[in-house]
């Protein structure tokens, strides 16, 4: 939902307010419909008065011809500046000329990591030791702030739990950064964690998981046997 306010000179005396949302440069700028994003072609979009004399106003979305609904849930487009636009009217039909801009950004969609140490398919031991696990992470725009990781005993199913401890699990047992078993490198690009305590003779998965600092978690999982 988005909302706000307008006043007029006389008390509770608004008729009406339009918003216009939009992102991109002159030319190729990109406004919504009430649908979708449409290249170039501005559209004022009709909002709901939530006090008689219109002075809070707020768009509502929902499916289309329920009373009340102005429009669909904006798809917003991650990492762009956008743009919205209010259109105040009063009830002698008087229309706001200097209308209200502000700016914002949204962050829509969730980090990326990667697992590069075990690397796929290799084998570890004595001779090869694997104590620490580590990979890359990234985000499209707030960038990534926690780290999460799983390991998974293909032998039994059992999770890792942290140190020593193996045990069943609905789904992936996650060792987040922040209860300290992951390390996020300066500027959150690389990720670390002590390894678990291997059993000889056995296979494992590691997977990894990030969130960025909007809250988007990641759901597409890296998984890397080892």
Known sequence: TLSGTAVDNLSNNVKETKIRLYYGPEGTRYFWNGTGWQLNISSWLAVNNLTSGGTWWAYIPGAAGTPGINGSTVSWVSAVTTYLNSQTTDKALNIEIAFSTISFSVDSLA??????????????????????????????????????????????????????TWETNAGPYWLTSDLGYVTL?????????????????????????????????????????A
């Open 111 to 164: 980090p990326w990591t990667t697992v590069q140490m075990p690397v796929n398919n290799n084998n570890y031991g004595p001779s090869n030791p694997l104590t620490v696990i580590w990979g890359a992470c990234g985000d499209d725009f707030t960038g990534v702030n926690k780290m999460a990781v799983a390991a998974q005993d293909l032998s039994n199913g059992n999770w890792w739990k942290g140190g020593a």
């Open 185 to 225: 490198s300066p500027g959150a690009t690389y990720w670390s964690a002590n390894a678990p305590t291997w059993s000889t003779d056995k296979r494992y998965n590691i997977l990894s998981r990030g969130t960025d600092l909007a809250g988007n978690v990641q759901t597409n999982f890296i998984v890397t046997a």
